[in-house]
């Protein structure tokens, strides 16, 4: 299978960045090529849900949901075998459980290339599957720190305050906005804007994705300070996951694209809404070991690696 | 001569996940203003550059009473100095409207 013409993107912002080269692109851009890929994954999403019974998704969502929140736990026995500390381990499960929506959208773009369908309501599943994985890591950790005096440093914010960053924060607002504005109007409403929304998608794909590979290779210098436990976590991880996520797909009848999908989804970690959640939610944990292993290793490895194998696993079970 | 009042500048520079939980305390501590910024920089636990959203680093200035600016750094530094990266510092200032501070 040959790489997707946007991973080329990230792989030139990596050398970027490893060449030491000034290219940064400036923060307003970021931030707005964010905000168009949420909205615009979330509407594409949309307009197909318009087209189908709501009651029909139910089991998907739920199905979604349980498996972001299992992953912290099936993460926590194991990161706690290599003997990471309780707090690093939830933190872990907690990014792994979360997902990555760039992953996401390259991986539908290596769907579309193949020429596999799949549900393309599919967004809906990355929408629901963020918070889920960030309840189970925190949960995880406050288990942990059972016992742990009372009088240690206080936290900057309970549950009301996760659950408002959460639901309100800006991935799953402009995804379940874009969803619902894509559900409300329907292809012929949506017209209008498509060549806004649609059609330039995979080259704002490729601009964002360039922007992640300096960032990424940046977390590429931390991977010495690790070393090999931080190599195995984000490598050896997102196979795991993809099993997993695939054999909830292939229970819950999807086609060989959403079993692609979700194998990719569960494989994914979130390395924007997770280490802010974190940081807030589990402040004892090494931010800066989550963060190499989701962004330093597993997404470069999901891109430009694991999402054609996912794909070829997809095809396997499927077959 | 313009008539000058002294007053603390209390400088915080810390992650930026944390504003809301600042800014949260310099209210209940009886600040009546302060000043953000986003920056990036270097120190003792590491480089944070802000090269995305979970890694953005602000500035927090608040000028106030001598005896406020010690109650908040005394706080910022027993509930934030262990979890987060956390630089705070003093400087005298002049102001020329003392009850806004």
Not at chain 1, 47 to 59: M, N, R, Y
Not at chain 1, 202 to 220: I, P, Q, S, T
């Amino acid at each position: 299978m040959a790489i997707d013409v946007v991973v080329f993107f990230f792989i030139l912002g990596v050398f970027a960045r490893l060449v030491k080269s000034d290219l940064r692109l400036p923060e307003a851009l970021y931030e707005t090529l964010s905000i168009y890929l949420l909205l615009a994954i979330g509407l594409k999403g949309g307009i197909e849900l318009s087209k189908q019974p709501l009651a029909a998704l139910a089991p998907q969502v739920l199905a979604c949901m349980a498996l972001g929140f299992a992953i912290p736990f099936l993460l926590f026995p194991l990161l706690r075998l290599m003997r990471l500390a309780a707090a690093d381990a939830a933190a872990l499960g907690a990014h792994y459980g979360s997902v990555s929506v760039v992953t996401y959208a390259v991986a539908t773009a290596a769907l579309a290339r193949e020429g596999i369908p799949f549900e393309s309501h599919a967004a809906l599943w990355v929408a629901v599957m963020e918070a889920p994985g960030l309840v189970a890591g925190i949960l995880l950790a406050r288990w942990a720190q059972r016992g742990a005096q009372a009088g240690g440093p206080r936290r900057a914010g309970g549950w009301g305050a996760l659950a408002h960053d959460v639901l309100f924060g800006k991935s799953v607002l402009l995804l379940m906005g874009g969803l619902l504005i894509g559900a409300l109007a329907g292809e012929a409403g949506t017209a209008p804007i498509k060549a806004v929304f649609v059609d330039p998608f995979k080259g704002v794909l490729a601009l964002f994705l360039l922007e992640l590979g300096l960032v990424a290779g940046g977390r590429l210098a931390e991977v010495k300070r690790f070393g090999a436990a931080v190599l195995v976590i984000g490598l050896a991880v997102p196979p795991l996951l993809a099993l997993a996520g695939a054999g909830v797909g292939l229970a819950l009848g999807l086609s060989t694209g959403g079993v692609a999908i979700l194998a990719t989804l569960a494989a994914s970690a979130s390395y924007i809404a997770a280490p802010t959640a974190m940081r807030i939610a589990v402040p004892e944990a090494n931010a800066a070991l989550s963060i190499t292993a989701a962004l330093g290793i597993t997404f470069p490895f999901n891109i430009v690696i694991g999402i054609p194998l996912y794909i070829n696993l997809a095809r396997s079970l499927t077959a | 001569m313009i008539q000058k009042h002294p007053k603390t500048l209390l400088t915080v520079i810390t992650e930026a996940v944390l504003e809301a939980a600042l800014v949260r305390d310099l209210r209940e501590l009886g600040a009546q203003g302060w000043t953000v910024a986003e920056v990036h920089g270097s120190g003792s636990e590491g480089t944070r550059e802000g090269a995305w959203e979970a890694d953005r680093t602000i500035e927090m200035k608040v000028i106030c009473d001598a005896a406020i600016a010690d109650a908040i750094a005394g706080h910022l530094l027993s509930t934030y100095s262990t979890n987060y990266s956390l630089v705070l510092y003093f400087s005298a200032v002049s102001v020329v409207r003392p009850d806004r501070y």
